[in-house]
């Protein structure tokens, strides 16, 4: 059994190197026996003996550093021909020659015996299996979809109700069916069948149906069902997974922990369950970087693409027109055609909704603001998970997870300086290690700012980068150059927050010490305490303040900037103070001023 999963795992591979540490993983499900590594040995010394015996002369299984790679030259896997026969057999329906395509397509089909992989009790393989059985169906519904251009309409009506039957919420099964029964003279079936559809979406799903579906029965209905050839290329157009996860942004030093809580999401999408995470946490303390280097260690799990948007980048004035422009770019990624694109924000995220409904993809959602703009983005099911990352800890009752990342821990700052300027520029200097260290408050941004410094400054020791942070005043603009920028990612923090919450965070800079209370808040802000106090907890939920211990002298809590926080809040430029200053004074007006008519002549 283990020698078959171990096969199996090298075979999806097709060639391509596969560590011995992956295999252990993957082979006992996360779960090996001490002596697993060298079980994994004698199972491909096995394997390598079978080879032989069935009369293959070359090395099957090579031993390439860190593991073992499959040679598949010369050699027929029927999953790498597979999917070289349906690429071949979309472009020929896309090139016009549909019966060579139907052909191919269905050569293609024929290499299937069951269903893959069905002696290998592993979740690597039930992954790979879902994946492999959409290729499938995917594969069938092009072929089904040609033959209806073929003229076959009347002989695929019963394989395609049958299709159907088996895998109810496939909308382009059952826009296949309605068009092949429209052909067939079977007007009222067609609509039979969209009406099922629709109440079927509606009690599984809560949605209606789909874009495509919707304008095929209003077109049925209108007996302008468009001719065969109309619609021949938004149909056979092929869908590739797409793998939109940015580059720059994928390692990590430590976060165990929250790993190990984003490696629970899979089990919530094994179960068909869409899996939501929110990750927040203060400026520069890493929650791009683990969304994205999670989902590159586990694309895997995701064969259906992943899905990522940084919404900074990509707002378009509203939480609701961002969310359309959003949307439409996503569904443009899975493959939804333009003639077909939604326009209107509820029915892009229906048809946001169905098209991943059957799908297993990744998405992931930077730098979100309100929970208003990221609603529209999550699935309504399906196996899905989505990543949203963000200031803000959003207030929400779906079941999601929470992370909420802090400082990483000593022994990871000194690995991830370490592995920017190498261990022995660390040894060398260990006690000055500790105060840099410090003195970046272990922000994994600071850090690697620090580090990039140290590493384009090789006659620098790292005492002498001690000695300009230790100067409050230089320290921002010390750890603020190029992509490493501390104060640039600060500043686009604090622009995109609302004007009176801004103005906050500057002003109390102002106030002496580590901790204050919300009574010396509300004095520096020349506003109620209840006001203050509104305003205090904006910024910790915003995690831009830090919520202390009681205050028994006041009785009520103290409340701390993060140290590198203090710092660019109290450099904001002067403009920001008057802006602080103005704002202040028209909120004392509004309180004071009596109520006043207007008249306009």
């Known amino acids: 059994m283990r020698q078959r999963a171990l096969l199996a795992r090298l075979l999806l591979e097709q060639g391509r190197v596969v560590s011995v540490d992956s295999l252990v993983a993957e082979v006992w499900d996360g779960r090996p026996p001490r002596t697993a590594r060298t079980q994994v040995s004698i199972c491909v010394a096995a394997l390598r003996k079978l080879f032989r015996g069935a009369g293959c002369t070359d090395e099957v299984i090579e031993t390439v550093q860190p593991g073992y790679r499959l040679n598949i030259a010369g050699h027929r896997v029927d999953t790498v021909e597979f999917a070289r026969e349906v690429e071949s057999g979309y472009s020929l329906g896309q090139e016009g020659r549909l019966v060579e395509a139907a052909e191919v397509l269905k050569g293609a089909l024929r290499l299937w015996r069951g269903p893959a992989l069905s002696d290998v009790p592993a979740q690597f393989a039930e992954t790979a299996a ?76 809560g949605l209606e149906p789909g874009a495509l579906l919707q304008a095929l029965h209003d077109a049925i209905l209108n007996d302008t069902v468009p001719a065969p050839s109309a619609d021949l290329h938004s149909v056979t157009e092929p869908v590739v997974a797409p793998s939109e996860l940015p580059l720059n942004a994928a390692d990590i030093t430590g976060r165990h922990r929250e790993l190990r809580a984003l490696d629970d999401l899979l089990a919530q999408t094994a179960r068909r369950r869409t899996a939501v995470c929110f990750i927040s946490g203060s400026p520069g303390i890493g929650k791009t970087a683990l969304a994205v280097h999670w989902g590159r260690e586990n694309a895997r799990h995701f064969p259906d693409g992943q899905l990522y948007v940084d919404l900074r980048e990509a707002a378009s004035g509203s939480p609701e027109r961002t969310a359309l422009t959003v949307l439409q770019r996503f569904l443009r990624s899975l493959g939804v055609h333009h003639d077909h694109m939604p326009q209107d924000l509820g029915e892009c995220s229906a048809a946001y909704r169905s098209t991943l409904a ?86 994994p941004l600071a850090i690697r700012a620090a580090g990039v410094r140290l590493e384009n400054k090789p006659h620098w020791r790292i005492v002498d980068l001690v000695d300009r942070l230790a100067d409050p005043e230089r320290r921002l603009e010390t750890l603020s150059h190029g992509e490493t920028s501390l104060r640039d990612c600060f500043d686009r923090a604090v622009r995109r927050l609302p004007p009176d919450i801004a103005a906050t965070y500057q002003a109390l800079s102002v106030i002496p010490g580590d901790d204050f209370d919300v009574r010396t808040a509300s004095e520096v802000l020349h506003t109620s305490v209840s006001d203050a106090e509104d305003r205090l907890e904006r910024l910790v939920d915003l995690n831009l303040l830090e919520a202390g211990r009681r205050m028994r002298s006041v009785g009520c809590l103290s409340y701390r900037y993060a140290h590198l926080l203090r710092l660019h809040a109290g450099q904001l430029p002067a403009e920001q103070s008057l802006e602080a200053a103005t704002l202040r004074l028209t909120n004392r007006i509004r309180r004071n001023a009596p109520t006043a008519r207007v008249s306009a002549r």
Do not use: K, W
């Open 358 to 443: 059957d799908r297993r993809v990744l998405v992931i959602i930077d730098n979100a603001a309100s929970f208003s703009e990221v609603e529209p983005l999550l699935p309504g099911g399906g196996q899905c998970c989505v990543l949203v990352a963000g200031l803000e800890r959003f207030m929400h009752s779906r079941g999601a997870t929470d992370l909420r990342l802090g400082p990483i821990g000593h022994a990871d700052s000194v690995a991830l300086l370490a592995s920017i300027i190498g261990a022995d520029r660390i040894t060398a200097e260990s006690e000055a290690v500790h105060r840099l260290l410090e003195l970046c408050a272990r922000l």
């Open 130 to 205: 879902v994946h492999l059985s959409e290729q499938r169906l995917l594969a069938t519904e092009q072929l089904m979809t040609i033959r209806t251009e073929l003229g076959e309409h009347r002989a695929i009506i019963g394989e395609l109700s049958a299709l159907l039957h088996a895998h109810p919420l496939r909308e382009q099964l059952r826009a296949t069916l309605m068009r092949a029964q429209y052909r067939a003279g079977q007007r009222a079936e067609a609509l039979r069948t969209f009406r099922e559809g629709r109440a079927l979406s509606i009690d599984e799903l």
